[in-house]
T-cell receptor
Framework: GDSVTQMEGPVTLSEEAFLTINCTYTATGYPSLFWYVQYPGEGLQLLLKATKADDKGSNKGFEATYRKETTSFHLEKGSVQVSDSAVYFCALSGQAGTALIFGKGTTLSVSS | GAVVSQHPSRVICKSGTSVKIECRSLDFQATTMFWYRQFPKQSLMLMATSNEGSKATYEQGVEKDKFLINHASLTLSTLTVTSAHPEDSSFYIC????????????FGQGTRLTVV
């Protein structure tokens, strides 16, 4: 079945460092891909998405490109801030109307 | 974007009592909603899919008699934790896919349940 694999954390960075969180997927068909962010004690918020191959999703300085050839959707940010500290989830859409399929989440901790 | 509201955000209850958590889609109709459970520092575990007007579909290993799901309208799904025990303490999150079908999911704020 469909699945998402993302790098395990925690990832610890200093402010202004470059961030990469790897995400690869296995899916039949052509899923949409998502990155969600979860701040402590809160639900998930959509960070960015891409719906077809070569699409680049971007938001708040974060970017991810839908790479069909490598089945990847790596999250990147050029300069992280302390406020980016959170848990990041990679996800893909399965069949319409079904629950998204999530990776296990990666905890990012940014220190000043 | 679409808004999903979950209530309460935090609840403490005594062992043996039941707790109801509400999940509402505020500006769209959601024929299907999803309930997740999240343990500390762990990923989301899908518990069940809630279908408006029909029985929920539970994931393997989830006790349907303990976690009662009702989806009585196109904007409201409820999760009732019956006869709660301390091991049911967790963070529960609901979500709904967007109104156009194959779009992103929108999440409620989550409910922190503590059973004492």
């Amino acid at each position: 079945g469909d699945s998402v694999t993302q790098m395990e954390g925690p990832v610890t960075l200093s402010e202004e460092a470059f961030l990469t969180i790897n995400c690869t997927y296995t899916a039949t068909g052509y899923p949409s891909l998502f990155w969600y962010v979860q701040y402590p004690g809160e639900g998930l918020q959509l960070l960015l998405k891409a719906t077809k191959a070569d699409d680049k999703g971007s938001n708040k300085g974060f970017e991810a490109t839908y790479r069909k050839e490598t089945t990847s959707f790596h999250l990147e940010k050029g300069s992280v801030q302390v406020s980016d500290s959170a848990v990041y989830f990679c996800a893909l859409s399965g069949q319409a109307g079904t629950a998204l399929i999530f990776g296990k989440g990666t905890t990012l901790s940014v220190s000043s | 974007g679409a808004v999903v509201s979950q209530h309460p955000s935090r609840v403490i209850c005594k062992s043996g009592t039941s707790v109801k958590i509400e999940c509402r889609s505020l500006d769209f109709q959601a024929t299907t909603m999803f309930w997740y459970r999240q343990f500390p520092k762990q990923s989301l575990m899908l518990m069940a899919t809630s279908n408006e007007g029909s029985k929920a579909t539970y994931e393997q290993g989830v006790e349907k008699d303990k976690f009662l799901i009702n989806h009585a309208s196109l904007t409201l799904s409820t999760l009732t934790v019956t006869s709660a025990h301390p091991e049911d303490s967790s963070f529960y999150i609901c979500s709904a896919r967007g109104p156009l079908g194959d779009t992103e999911a929108f999440f409620g704020q989550g409910t922190r349940l503590t059973v004492v």
